[in-house]
């Protein structure tokens, strides 16, 4: 495994009685990076990450965390994981640093003072952290859960969908958190259903889609570099059509565009021969496709 992954999962599957719930799952986490693990309600997602916590077992495949094979060296590969699978849970009566403290107590390593108040500025959550956990909105457990995953400095960080129901000021902190870890060299794997989750903080892909991994790769689709997508709008957009494709262009409808995919950059032949044969040039422009067009055509039948 290369230094700068610090986990690896390769082609784990996991069966529930005859039911094959995740398929052949492959994929890994760079130091430093943030991952995003995508897909629909109920494809596999919480799933993976309670195989990569150990909550539930893997029947193939592998896991390696900081190259620890996790079913066979699974306390010291946990040394190197914070996470929160699915809700965080605390102390209600009790107050954010009484939660931390507690938490610290248990951690494999010894927290002092001073690394609980740097991790609690991290997240920032120094103005609130004496207050009693019962008071905190959604946004500020949520912090509060993060502080509590990164109390022993992991390497690796899990979150499974952290961002439900954060209003947008939460959404912003949340984001500007994980900027501060990824900053600091910890691989993030956060699942979400939420495309704009992933478009805001994500350097990397990973789609899920009925157990089994469609993509994976960088937010955009690597495959798709090598080609210029242009939009184009003529005075006769029928006729321009038809010229294109027996010249045999990829031409599609988008809207009131045609979609033209170019192997190499030909807009200038291509306008050129549109003109020649008397149709006028409205518009031309370069597209690229959004991370839900992308999303679509990753996934078998597009739906969320």
Same mark, same amino acid.
């Given at each position: 495994?290369?230094?700068?992954?610090?986990?690896?999962?390769?082609?784990?599957?996991?069966?529930?009685?005859?039911?094959?719930?995740?398929?052949?799952?492959?994929?890994?986490?760079?130091?430093?990076?943030?991952?995003?693990?995508?897909?629909?309600?109920?494809?596999?997602?919480?799933?993976?990450? @309670? +195989?990569?916590?150990?909550?539930?077992?893997? $029947?193939?495949?592998?896991?390696? !965390?900081? =190259?620890?094979? #996790?079913?066979? &060296?699974?306390?010291?590969?946990?040394?190197?994981?914070?996470?929160?699978?699915?809700?965080?849970?605390?102390?209600?009566?009790?107050?954010?640093?009484?939660?931390?403290?507690?938490?610290? @107590? +248990?951690?494999?390593?010894?927290?002092?003072? $001073?690394?609980?108040?740097?991790? !609690?500025? =991290?997240?920032? #959550?120094?103005? &609130?952290?004496?207050?009693?956990?019962?008071?905190?909105?959604?946004?500020?457990?949520?912090?509060?859960?993060?502080?509590?995953?990164?109390?022993?400095?992991?390497?690796?960080?899990?979150?499974?969908?952290?961002?439900?129901?954060?209003?947008?000021?939460?959404?912003?902190?949340?984001?500007?958190?994980?900027?501060?870890?990824? &900053?600091?060299?910890?691989?993030?794997?956060?699942?979400?259903?939420?495309?704009?989750?992933?478009?805001?903080?994500?350097?990397?892909?990973?789609?899920?889609?009925?157990?089994?991994?469609?993509?994976?790769?960088?937010?955009?689709?690597?495959?798709?570099?090598?080609?210029?997508?242009?939009?184009?709008?003529?005075?006769?957009?029928?006729?321009?059509?038809?010229?294109?494709?027996?010249?045999?262009?990829?031409?599609?409808?988008?809207?009131?565009?045609?979609?033209?995919?170019?192997?190499?950059?030909?807009?200038?032949?291509?306008?050129?021969?549109?003109?020649?044969?008397?149709?006028?040039?409205?518009?031309?422009?370069?597209?690229?496709?959004?991370?839900?067009?992308?999303?679509?055509?990753?996934?078998?039948?597009?739906?969320?």
């Amino acid at each position: 495994m290369e230094k700068q992954q610090v986990l690896e999962v390769k082609n784990i599957s996991k069966r529930v009685g005859k039911k094959m719930i995740i398929n052949d799952a492959s994929f890994t986490v760079e130091r430093g990076k943030v991952t995003g693990l995508l897909g629909p309600n109920g494809a596999g997602k919480t799933t993976i990450i @309670r +195989m990569l916590v150990g909550l539930m077992s893997h $029947d193939e495949g592998s896991i390696r !965390i900081d =190259s620890q094979v #996790l079913s066979t &060296n699974f306390k010291e590969a946990m040394t190197h994981v914070g996470a929160i699978v699915e809700n965080p849970e605390f102390y209600n009566y009790m107050t954010g640093m009484e939660n931390l403290k507690q938490y610290a @107590r +248990m951690a494999p390593k010894t927290i002092t003072d $001073d690394k609980l108040n740097q991790v !609690i500025r =991290s997240v920032h #959550l120094e103005n &609130n952290i004496d207050q009693k956990v019962k008071t905190y909105s959604l946004g500020m457990r949520q912090r509060l859960g993060v502080a509590q995953a990164i109390l022993h400095q992991p390497d690796l960080l899990l979150l499974d969908e952290p961002m439900n129901g954060l209003d947008p000021k939460g959404m912003r902190e949340f984001r500007e958190m994980i900027q501060n870890l990824k &900053n600091h060299g910890v691989g993030v794997l956060i699942s979400s259903h939420q495309l704009s989750d992933m478009e805001l903080l994500c350097d990397n892909l990973v789609i899920v889609q009925k157990g089994e991994i469609t993509y994976v790769g960088p937010m955009d689709n690597p495959e798709e570099e090598s080609k210029l997508i242009v939009l184009l709008e003529t005075d006769k957009q029928e006729q321009a059509q038809t010229i294109l494709l027996a010249d045999h262009y990829n031409v599609t409808v988008a809207g009131s565009y045609l979609k033209i995919e170019l192997n190499e950059d030909t807009r200038t032949t291509l306008v050129k021969q549109l003109v020649d044969a008397g149709i006028g040039i409205k518009e031309l422009k370069v597209h690229v496709d959004s991370l839900e067009e992308n999303f679509l055509r990753w996934t078998e039948d597009g739906g969320l």
